[in-house]
C-alpha cells in the first residue's frame, strides 16, 4: 500500500517539477504562443486519447502494476525527451509522452485501493489524491529552485530521474494475483 501511494506522489512529482520553467523554456528556444499552446495541450491532449483504454485494458488483463510501471517509464523519458529536445516541435512531442505517462494514473489509483476493504475505498482514493496532489504541489518548489540554481534543462533531468526512482518503487510493489474469473 504505501509504495503503490508513493508511487502516485513520484509520477507527478517527476511530470510537475520542470513545469514552471517549460513555456518560458519554450519561448527561449522560439516557439510561438501557438507552439507554446499546443505544447500545453499535448499534456492534456494525450490523457484524453490514453486514459480510458488504458483503464480498460488493464481491467481485462486484470492488472495493475505493469501499467503503473509503464507510466513511469512515460513520464521519464518524456522528461528526457523535453531536456535533450532541440526544437519546440520536439518538446511539444516529449511533452505528449509526459501526458500518456500521466495518463497510467487510472491504474495507480485502482491498485492503490486494492490494499483496501472495499467499504473503505473512499477513504483510498482520498489518499492516493492527497499523495498526487501534495506532488504537484512540492514539485513547484522544486523545479524553480532547480532552475534558478542550475538553469533551465535541470529540472527535467530531475523528472527523469524521479521517473527512474518510481520505476524502482512501482517495481517492488507486490500485486495481488488477479481473480479468476469463472465462466458456466
Known amino acids: 500500500m504505501v509504495l503503490a501511494g508513493l508511487s502516485s506522489f513520484l509520477l507527478f512529482l517527476g511530470m510537475y517539477v ?18 507554446v499552446g499546443l505544447l500545453v495541450g499535448s499534456y492534456g491532449f494525450s490523457q484524453l486519447l490514453f486514459r480510458i483504454p488504458i483503464g480498460v485494458i488493464s481491467d481485462r488483463l486484470g492488472r495493475r502494476k505493469p501499467f503503473v510501471m509503464a507510466g513511469m517509464i512515460c513520464g521519464g523519458l518524456g522528461a528526457l525527451g523535453l531536456a535533450l529536445s532541440p526544437s519546440p516541435f520536439f518538446l511539444v512531442l516529449s511533452r505528449g509522452l509526459v501526458g500518456v505517462g500521466a495518463s497510467f494514473y487510472v491504474t495507480i489509483t485502482v491498485l492503490f485501493a486494492s490494499f483496501f476493504p472495499m467499504d473503505k475505498s473512499f477513504r483510498a482514493m482520498t489518499l492516493v489524491q492527497v499523495a498526487a496532489s501534495s506532488s504537484v504541489v512540492l514539485a513547484s518548489l522544486i523545479g524553480g529552485f532547480v532552475a534558478g540554481a542550475y538553469g533551465w534543462v535541470a529540472p527535467f533531468y530531475v523528472g527523469a530521474g524521479i521517473g527512474v526512482v518510481g520505476l524502482l518503487v512501482a517495481g517492488a510493489i507486490r500485486e495481488k494475483e488477479p481473480e479468476q474469473v469463472r465462466v458456466s
Open 18 to 35: 520542470y513545469v514552471p520553467t517549460l513555456t518560458p523554456y519554450a519561448v527561449s528556444m522560439g516557439a510561438s504562443m501557438t507552439v
